[in-house]
């Protein structure tokens, strides 16, 4: 009786093995899949994304308390007055200001050496390396006990940004190449730039309250890690052996002549300046102006998430409707902005200075859900068909106005006042918003096929021209093509058999 309970029992394990083993091999096959790993790997971009605004904001409520408790100390230390003085103040929030745009100028000085790498190697590893370095820097946030440390922890995550964010933004380029795909798909990842950006404060501050300095970057950086795992268990980055025959993606010198794109970059520059510059100064001018209370300087940017969602997905909608009017979306979007901020310094209570703030962030939506999709086609129509570069000359552009923020915006407050920054921001939105109707020219060829044409007297070069020539093949029903150069846009309607018969097609 002993013998057959115990060959139950075995017999039982082995078909439980069994079943697992076939569970797991259809999970296996199921995120094989390429729908299914495009959504996955949307998901592991959009947490990163999430991830590295969550650190850009939720050191907003928590460092400037903390280094005024650590220049208590060491006055205490030192037997001189515990208290802070004006000059010491007045040091404290230089200290602040350069903490908070070290992170910027980073990124800026790294992204044209990563836009390159990620062109060189893909966009996985990158996505890869830029999560590890964001995990560290989190790290030591958490446990930095000085200021050194916490300048170096701040560096540190700009370097993890320059790798993360272009790579993970051209990554969801890469995988979603139709365009009204490609503009929803990076459309999601801006709304969780957004709420990243808007909920990091609050979250911060709470968990700082009530749980300590180092928790808000402990519950960080364990997502980070297992947003890490993630990904080597989908993508498994250093086992694609495909990665030696990728294209030769166009220099980042290159593209950044190019005028279209560097209209875009432009437009990107400037919409974001008035969130950059208000963050850093808006808290003192409505201490000032309103008497407002921590929790109420802390609060009025938490209700600009939901009009930046609205902007997103009203953005995606008209383009998918209507796609060459992507130039009049960024257009109406900076006109937007000039409005709101130029109603900023005419609120008197932070209930109604909060509209202002959602019109800005509302513009701020146009904008980037237009104009990002917007860089990956012109890459596709202009240039090779790799997206490194291109999105490192984006995040260039927000780097380039969150480094000026912090440093320039008190300077122009203290010598002009808050009233004059706020009409200048918005003029500066308004007159640019014409550069934009330079890409109406672009956008209407929009019309024609979208992806770059492959000379098909040649063979293709690489996997993405490879895939690209596989998917028009099998939606190719006598269209025409669009025949482009990186000094001319012309359109050439050629028949099935003329293109097929100009060179040989990938079987």
């Known amino acids: 009786m002993e013998y057959d309970g115990s060959a139950v029992s075995a017999k039982s394990a082995t078909l439980k093995l069994s079943e697992m083993g076939e569970r797991t091999k259809q999970l296996g096959s199921a995120m094989q899949d390429p729908n299914r790993q495009r959504k996955l790997i949307l998901v592991i971009v959009c947490v990163a994304l999430l991830l590295d605004n969550m650190l850009y904001m939720v050191i907003v ?39 908070f745009a070290s992170k ?26 830029g999560l590890l370095i964001m995990f560290v820097s989190t790290c030591i946030f958490a446990f930095a006990e000085n200021y050194g440390t916490l300048f170096a922890a701040r560096s540190l995550q700009g370097l993890g940004s320059a790798f993360a964010d272009t790579s993970g933004i051209a990554m969801i380029a890469d995988r979603y190449t139709e365009e009204a795909e490609r503009s929803r798909a990076l459309g999601v990842a801006l709304a969780f730039i957004s709420f990243g950006s808007l909920v990091a404060p609050p979250f911060g501050g709470v968990l700082y309250e009530f749980a300590g300095k180092r928790v808000p970057f402990i519950v960080l950086a364990s997502v980070c890690l297992a947003d890490g795992v ?19 993606g166009t220099p980042i010198y290159r593209l950044m002549t190019d005028p279209y794109i560097a209209v875009v970059a432009g437009a990107l520059t400037v919409c974001n300046i008035p969130l950059a510059f208000l963050e850093p ?13 921590k929790w109420e300087m802390g609060l ?14 009203v953005t995606v909608r008209l383009a998918a409707r209507y796609p060459e009017l992507q130039w009049f979306y960024g257009a109406l979007g900076m006109v937007i902005i000039g409005g709101s901020s130029c109603t900023v310094p005419a609120c008197r209570t932070p209930g109604q200075l909060m509209l202002p703030l959602c019109g800005v962030c509302f513009g701020i939506a146009l904008v980037d859900t237009a104009l990002l999709p917007t ?7 202009r240039h090779v068909s790799v997206y490194g570069s291109v999105y490192a000359i984006a995040d260039i552009s927000y780097s380039l106005a969150y480094a000026l923020g ?19 921001m918005g003029l500066v939105n308004v007159l640019y918003a014409p550069a934009l109707l330079l890409l109406r020219c672009v956008c209407q060829m929009k019309k024609s096929c979208s992806e770059r044409n492959v000379l098909l007297e040649e063979e293709p070069k690489g996997l993405y ?31 099935l058999s003329e293109e097929e018969s100009s060179g040989p097609e990938l079987t």
């Not at 060189?120 to 390396?129: E, W």
């Open 281 to 293: 100064t808006i808290s003192s001018w409505m201490e000032s102006t309103m008497n407002a209370s």
């Open 230 to 248: 993630l990904l080597l268990t989908v993508i498994r980055p250093f086992s694609n052996g495909a990665r030696a025959n990728m294209p030769v």
């Open 61 to 99: 409520p928590i460092i400037p308390d903390y280094l005024v408790d650590l220049e208590t100390e060491q006055a205490a230390r030192t037997h001189a007055n515990s208290s802070v003085s004006r000059a010491n103040r007045d040091n404290l929030d230089i200290q602040i200001g350069v903490l």
């Open 300 to 313: 009025i940017w938490l209700p600009a998430f939901f009009p930046h969602v609205l902007g997103v997905y």
């Open 104 to 129: 910027a100028i980073l990124q800026l000085m790294v992204n044209p050496l990563s836009g390159t790498f990620i062109d060189r190697v893909g966009y996985d590893i990158p996505l890869l390396i």
């Open 465 to 495: 021209d490879s895939i690209r020539m596989q998917e028009r093949r099998l939606r190719r029903k006598g269209l025409c093509t669009t025949t482009v150069n990186e000094n001319e846009l012309s359109e050439t309607p050629r028949s």
């Open 406 to 424: 912090p440093v320039v915006a008190g300077q122009i407050v203290h010598n002009l006042g808050f009233v004059q920054l706020n009409l200048g």
């Open 375 to 381: 860089l990956a086609f012109l890459v596709d129509v």
